[in-house]
């Protein structure tokens, strides 16, 4: 039921800056706020960015997030071996009246 | 600091019914939206839907026939009920906390506290 759209997987070297999209349509991101998600191996998701762009305290400032449009990004930069982890982007959709995750982006640090 | 656990069978029968418990600590459950997500094995998560603590509730209607969220003020604690399972509810089920509101015209809503998961089986 993924109606917002990811990229399968991101990659980077430490220290580099990685950006994650996240598409969806204006039923969801275009009318609602964005949050995205981070989910390290074999533990529960955590929150990472909500309202578009805020960071819940304790998150680092190498997360940021925007939204244009129907459309989000998630930015890590100064990229470190901790982040590898799958990335979810999430929304309220007005249309089907229910909170839809994106279809997640594993990132792996080389 | 506010924490969430999961309880419940780890195994179901075919065409029975899922029980699963969250118990809130560290915090009162008044004033939140009160959430159950789940995560397939290799799969990404879905929603499943929410109590808000005076009990209205909101359900993903791809379940909605089939869920029910209740919750229990005196106990801290609120419940997700899935009738007539199959193998496809076999999934790590996450609660969560959600926070809901309006801002700038726009409707915002997310899970800041999230519990460990618990995984259910779906077999005989």
């Known amino acids: 039921q993924s109606v917002l759209t990811q990229p399968p997987s991101a990659s980077g070297t430490p220290g580099q800056r990685v950006t994650i999209s996240c598409s969806g349509s204006?039923?969801?991101?275009?009318?609602?706020?964005v949050n995205w998600y981070q989910q390290l191996p074999g533990t529960a998701p955590k929150l990472l960015i909500y309202?578009?762009?805020q960071r819940p305290s304790g998150v680092p400032d190498r997360f940021s997030g925007s939204k244009s449009g129907t459309s989000a990004s998630l930015a890590i930069s100064g990229l470190q071996s901790e982040d590898e982890a799958d990335y979810y982007c999430?929304?309220?959709?007005?249309?089907?009246?229910?909170?839809?995750f994106g279809t997640g982006t594993k990132v792996t640090v080389l | 600091q506010v924490q969430l656990q999961e309880s419940g069978p780890g195994l179901v029968k075919p065409s029975e019914t899922l029980s699963l418990t969250c118990t809130v600590s560290?915090?009162?459950?008044?004033?939140?939206?009160w959430s159950w997500i789940r995560q397939p094995p290799g799969k990404g998560l879905e929603w499943i839907g929410y109590?808000?603590?005076?009990?209205?509730?909101n359900y993903n209607p791809s379940l909605k026939s089939r869920v029910t969220i209740s919750v229990d003020t005196s106990k801290n604690q609120f419940s997700l009920k899935l009738s007539s399972v199959t193998a496809a509810d076999t999934a790590v089920y996450y609660c969560?906390?959600?926070?809901?509101?309006?801002?700038?015209?726009?409707?915002?809503?997310?899970?800041?506290?999230w519990g460990k998961g618990t995984t259910v089986t779906v077999s005989s």
């Open positions: 969560a906390r959600g926070v809901r509101g309006v801002e700038g015209g726009y409707y915002y809503y997310y899970m800041d506290v």
């Open positions: 560290g915090g009162s459950i008044s004033s939140y939206y």
């Open positions: 109590i808000y603590y005076s009990g209205s509730t």
């Open positions: 204006s039923s969801n991101i275009g009318s609602n706020t």
């Open positions: 309202s578009n762009n």
């Open positions: 999430a929304a309220w959709d007005d249309s089907l009246n229910v909170h839809v």
